[in-house]
């Protein structure tokens, strides 16, 4: 039996431990131990951190996997691409990892390779807030350099708030920067991708729904986006730019971008990864029939991965839920339209507490409907 290593264990990962036991392989996965949902579906389970890529080198030696992937994390494809180089699999380069899992390293990498990126710069807590607002025009969008799931992110349209903001980021950073970039107009949505030996594969795009200002926290997506022919070829085209300035070469990848009301593309970030929220996972083969997970796991194992609709599709949308209100709606879908529902994540009991970011939202749901005008509705996005 072939063996596959996945780094990850929680709600957003656990689908592909299932993908890679139904395709036949023995699973071994590596997460610390919280109960997440892949301990148990996982044939061997090992207890370290994600993070100490030194100590689960050490078991993979003894494992001898055939792959090593993992999907959804920036912190675990960082340990994925230092496993499969160390032992001799298919992989990305360095560059490519540092600069499409550091916000400020790949808009130095877009800019050198003539992508158009908005103004932005680097900080920390001893910076003086006057050459920033010197150097850049408001309103700005303040962030870490290293966090996904919409950690600290902060819209300021005046400087007031400009240090209490670097102040937020710096403590969500792991190393302790944040990035001011000037904000981009337009609708949100993000590009899905594989990629084999430096060819690139379109597979979808998304509609992203967020919050807003000022956080910007994501509440929904949709496939598909509802984006007109002509400017997804325009999309296909920096984006394809983009991966290969990132020298994103084998995987999946997800680039969020926004188009503004001239139809002109602007890439936010992309990753050298499967999107989160279950873009990948579940939105991608419900909205298009292709299996986007074994294509992960086929390109990890070295081959080419199979590019054919596998399943009959339909409008694909996730809602995420925030408040009680929106519990109660989930509630009547489930008793009115359950043949509507397609799965439902865990429900965070706790229904007190603040969405502050993508990992305190309550609970999730993704419907599979027969036209985009329904899954809107249902989805009340």
Not at 169 to 186: D, H, P, T
Not at 207 to 218: A, L, Q, S, V, W
Not at 265 to 294: A, H, N, Q, W
Request: hydrophobic letters at 40%; a negative charge.
């Amino acid at each position: 039996m072939k063996k596959i290593v996945i780094i990850g264990a929680n709600e957003f990962q656990n689908p592909l431990i299932l993908k890679a036991k139904e395709m036949g392989f023995e699973t071994h996965v590596f997460a610390w131990r919280d109960g997440a949902v892949g301990e148990k579906s996982a044939d061997f389970f090992y207890p370290i951190s994600i993070v100490e890529k030194e100590k689960i080198l050490e078991q993979c030696k003894k494992i001898k996997p055939d792959a090593v992937t993992t999907i959804a994390s920036d912190l675990a494809e960082i340990t994925v691409n230092y496993l499969s180089n160390e032992m001799g699999l298919l992989a990305n380069s360095n560059k490519c990892i540092v600069a499409s899992t550091n916000k400020y390293e790949m808009r130095k990498t877009f800019d050198d390779a003539g992508v158009a990126v908005p103004r932005f710069c680097y900080a920390d807590l001893e910076t003086d807030l006057s050459t920033i607002r010197d150097a850049m025009n408001l309103p700005v969008i303040v962030k870490p350099t290293d966090r996904s799931g919409s950690r600290a992110i902060t819209k300021l349209d005046n400087w007031d708030g400009l240090g209490q903001a670097i102040e937020g980021a710096v403590s969500e950073s792991f190393e302790k920067k944040a990035i001011i970039e000037e904000y981009l107009e337009g609708e949100e949505y993000s590009c899905e991708c594989i990629s084999f030996k430096g060819v690139h594969h379109f597979l979808a795009i998304t509609k992203k729904f967020t919050t807003g200002n000022p956080h910007y926290i994501e509440i929904g997506h949709l496939q598909p986006s509802m984006l007109d022919d002509s400017v997804i070829e325009r999309v296909k085209q920096v984006v394809f730019k983009a991966l290969d300035a990132l020298d994103i070469k084998n995987g999946a990848s997800h680039s969020e971008f926004k188009v503004d009301e001239n139809g002109k593309v602007s890439i936010i970030e992309i990753g050298s990864r499967m999107g989160g929220d279950c873009i990948g996972s579940d939105l991608v083969p419900i909205s298009t029939g292709y299996d986007f997970m074994k294509m992960v796991i086929q390109v990890a194992m070295g081959e080419k991965p199979v590019i054919v609709p596998e399943f009959s599709t339909k409008v694909a949308a996730i809602r995420f839920i925030l408040s009680k209100e929106e519990l109660a709606h989930y509630c009547k879908l489930l008793e009115r339209y359950p043949e509507k529902i397609y799965r439902t994540s865990e429900i965070n009991a706790d229904y007190e507490h603040d969405v502050i970011d993508s990992s305190s939202r309550y609970g999730f749901y993704i419907l599979k409907c027969d036209s985009t005008e329904e899954a809107l509705e249902l989805a009340q996005l």
